[in-house]
Every structure is written in C-alpha cells, then in structure tokens.
C-alpha cells in the first residue's frame, strides 16, 4: 500500500495531490448538499465566476498591484537608509530599534480607516499602508545580514586600504543580500495584503473594493473567485521577487541543496 | 636589504601591554617565523605591521618609506582564507587591485598573469566554493601577493589543511616564493613547520621577542630534514625556548 502511494507520488508532485483531494471532498460537500449551496459555493461555480470575471478582476487588479509595487519599492528604500544608518550608528540603531518592533504590533486593519480620514480616499493611503506593512521585514532582513559581516574580512579590506565606502560596497552590502531578500519574499506578500485592507476601507477602484462588493450582493461564488485571484497575484509577484533573487545571486545556485534532491530508500 | 621592519613597538589595549618594545626585520627573500604561544601577541603585531593598529610608540617600515599606522601597503593572510563567497575567484584576487584605484579590467589583466604560476589556471570564473581548501589558500595567497609588493604577512595560513595537504603546500610555497621573489613574515604556533620553512625563527612570549633562532642547516630545503638529528636539535632547542 505505502509502496503504491510512494509510486504516486513519485510521478505526480505530492503539492498537487492534497489539493485535488481536498477539491474532490470540497465538490462532495456541495454535491451532497451538507452545506446550502448559497453559502458554499461549489469548485464548478467558483470556476465559472472566475471565467466570466477575470477581465474585470484583472482590471481591478492592475490597480492593486500598482499600490503594492509602489509600496514596496518605497518601503525597500525607506528600509535600506533606516537599515544601513541603524548599522553605522549605534545611537540611531538604540533609538529606532524598539519603534521598529512597536510599529508591527499596531495592528494594520486599526490604522487604515485612520490614514484614509487623513488622506483621501486617493492612492496615497494604500501606498503608506503598504510601506508601513512591508518595510519592517526588509529592515529586519538588511540588518541582520549587515551584522553578519565577517569582521576579519573588514579588517582583510582595511589592510588593502580600503575605506569606508570601499568596506561597504564590497562586504557588507553584498553579505547583507540574501537578508535583505528573505525579509523582501515576506514583505512582498505582505504587500497585496496591505493593499487589500487599505481599498477594503475606503475608495472606488481596487481589488478589495471589488471584494466588498461582491461581498454586500452575497455573490459567494464571486468571493471565492477574488480570494482565487489573489493569490495567484500574490504568488506571481513573489516568483517575480525569486527572479530576481536568483539574478542577483548567482554564486548561490551551487550551494542550495534541496531536500527533494536527496533520495529516500 | 631589510624589505619590512617594525622597530621598538609599543601597544596596548587599556590595561594590557600587549607588545613591549618588539623589533623584527625582514630581509628580502628571506622566510622568516614568529613562533609563540596563543595570546602572545603574534595578531596584534601583523595588525600593527600591517596598518591595522597604530602602535603607542615605535616605527614600522617597508623599505624605506615609514607605514606606521598606514594600512594599504602590507597585506595578510589568515588561516581563513576570507575570499569573499559572492565574487568570483578571479575578482577576488584583484580585489586589492580594485582598492588602490585601478579599473576593473586592468585589475582583472593584472591578476590574470598570475593564474599559471599560482597553479590556478582555469579557476578564473569559478566561485570560491567551487575550489579545495588547498586551492582556496592558493589564491587568497595571490591576493595577499598582489596587495603587498613583494611581502605577504601569513598568519597560521597552512593550519586548516590535512597533513598531507599541508607538505604539499609547503613545498609549493617555498618553490613560489623563489619564484616571484617574495619575502614572507610568518605567524605559526607549529615549531615542526617553522623550522622546516624558516630561514630565522623569532619567539614571541608574553608581548616580547624573546629568543631570535637561525636556521642554516645544510641540509634544511631537503624534503626528509624533519627525519635528520639536526632537525630535532632545533625543535629541542626552540622547546625549551618557549617553557
């Protein structure tokens, strides 16, 4: 028995299975009518909400993304000068270093109403939103990859002659990469999510709006095929961020070893 | 002719005098060793030799011209051999290059040159974790090299190598230094290796050189002088030097 699902799993990426077994129980339910089909939606109705909305989803979308990616380029560069600055200089590193960590405890769906009352219902309080969101996983990222600089290759560069600039270009920015990159995966993520809350709130156009909609008309089916949609969003700029990882970190394709790569017997 | 020199040095760290009045000189071709035990002061002396640390009084001097506390002019190389995992074997090594102004294809040419006679031919475009420890000694060698004009400080370089690794740098080294004439000031707490490199031997205990040992040997570039009577004479002598 063990034997057979190992041949299928084997074959077909154990990923895909799970997800069709809980899309054949899903079908069950609704086949079954366990649930009532107005609040449980069954995957066929789900996937025909989705066909016949996805050119207005993707035109909401185009929207929300935009927030996202200006967001997060804004929270990266907000991110690095707070960073590198908290590196350089201990006092700045005492004083912000507890803000940082308050600022992720204030819940995001609490502020958002607050920055739309003082903003408008414009693109600029989703955008801030954004940055508050992402900003303090890239931060956190940067930071511990500049810690981790060895101090013995500072010191190597130092006896070449090299100066602060020189030290910073070739060691410690290049180590603090991979840091900034795992906190850019999270904050990528956190990006749509933000976006999300701040339109859900407030305004006329965006993917949350199209949510809040869909959700006063009851159009479950709908709901299902936006929260769908999301996440491929979600997902898709998250390989775009693994993209560019992967170009910019050439040297680390020799060293991942992944588990799948080991053979079980 | 003396090449490196560090007269009379003085350096503390608060309370703890950690050179007191230490002279060394190297003179050009020559191999020479600083023996000690651990927390003798070896480190702190390459940093003051190299510009790292500026010595509370005493002078160091690459031929004729006074580097005290200027870092840039005299490299090292640590039993680490720190090539950076990002940069490729090839712009690893012209990193001093880089530093000291050049651009990066000149830095690169110039580095280049010196590929074949290193033994690392074809390591050009690979990454540092692509090459064996003895490899990756081998080029952060040529980066000390090509940072320092004619002298590599080398602290405990051949420490992290297999035994047999080891002899065989060794040899490598000594044929290498003859080659592109390189004058070599040597860290190592290993008296077998130092006698068998070494062309002086200076013992560094408690902050002060303590016994300065030549080593003339005729028999010393031999590859079984570590198997002759000779030999264990110098390694009893330094012994008792270091007790």
């Known amino acids: 028995m063990i034997k057979k699902l190992r041949n299928i799993t084997g074959k077909t990426s154990p990923p895909v299975i799970t997800v069709a077994v809980l899309l054949i129980i899903w079908f069950a339910v609704c086949k079954g009518e366990i649930v009532p089909a107005f609040m449980l939606p069954s995957p066929a109705d789900v996937a025909r909400a989705f066909a016949s909305n996805i050119e207005y989803m993707a035109r909401e979308a185009i929207v929300t993304l935009q927030e996202a990616v200006y967001g997060l380029i804004a929270g990266i560069a907000l991110a690095f000068v707070l960073a590198t600055l908290m590196d350089k200089y201990d006092f700045i590193y005492k004083a912000f270093y507890p803000l940082l960590v308050i600022s992720q405890t204030i819940p995001t769906i609490a502020i958002a109403p607050l920055l739309v009352l003082w903003m408008g219902y414009g693109m600029a309080p989703r955008i801030t939103l954004v940055i508050i969101t992402t900003f303090f996983p890239i931060a956190i990222g940067l930071l511990d990859g500049y810690k981790s600089t060895d101090i013995d290759s500072i010191n190597l560069l130092r006896s070449m002659g090299a100066g602060r600039l020189q030290i910073f270009r070739h060691v410690k920015l290049p180590t603090a990469v991979p840091g900034f990159f795992s906190g850019l995966r999270i904050a990528s993520s956190y990006a749509v999510i933000g976006a999300l809350i701040a339109e859900w709130l407030g305004g006329n156009n965006g993917l949350g709006v199209y949510m809040t909609r869909v959700k006063k008309a009851y159009s479950f089916d709908k709901m299902f095929a936006v929260i769908v949609f999301i996440c491929a969003v979600s997902l898709l700029l998250m390989a775009f961020v693994r993209l560019i990882e992967r170009i910019s970190l050439p040297y680390r394709k020799t060293r991942i070893s992944r588990p799948e790569t080991i053979k079980r017997r | ?243």
């Open chain 2, 1 to 243: 002719m003396t090449v490196l020199s560090a007269n009379h040095i003085y350096k503390s760290f608060g309370e703890k005098q950690v050179l007191n009045d230490v002279s060394v000189c190297l003179n050009d071709g020559e191999l020479v060793s600083l023996l000690g035990v651990s927390g003798g002061g070896k480190t702190t002396l390459f940093n003051v030799l190299s510009g790292i640390y500026l010595p509370d009084s005493g002078e160091v001097y690459l031929k004729d011209e006074n580097v005290t506390g200027k870092p840039g002019k005299v490299s090292y190389m640590l039993q680490k051999d720190l090539l950076l995992p990002y940069k490729k074997v090839i712009d690893n090594v012209s990193l001093p290059l880089l530093i000291n102004g050049k651009s990066k294809k000149e830095a690169r040419e110039t580095a280049g040159a010196y590929f074949e006679i290193f033994g690392l031919d074809g390591t050009q475009e690979m990454y540092p974790d692509a090459l064996s420890g003895g490899m990756r000694q081998r080029a952060a060698l040529l980066r000390t090299y090509l940072a320092s004009e004619g002298v590599a400080l080398l602290d405990e370089p051949f420490s992290a190598l297999d035994t047999i690794t080891k002899s065989r740098m060794h040899k490598w080294y000594l044929e290498i230094m003859k080659e592109i004439n390189l004058s070599t000031l040597f860290i190592t707490h290993d008296i077998d290796e130092a006698i068998l490199l070494s062309d002086r031997i200076y013992i560094l205990n408690g902050g002060r050189i303590t016994q300065e040992t030549v080593i003339d040997s005729a028999e010393k570039r031999n590859p079984d002088f570590n198997l002759t009577g000779e030999f264990l004479e110098y390694k009893k002598k330094i012994k008792s030097f270091l007790e």
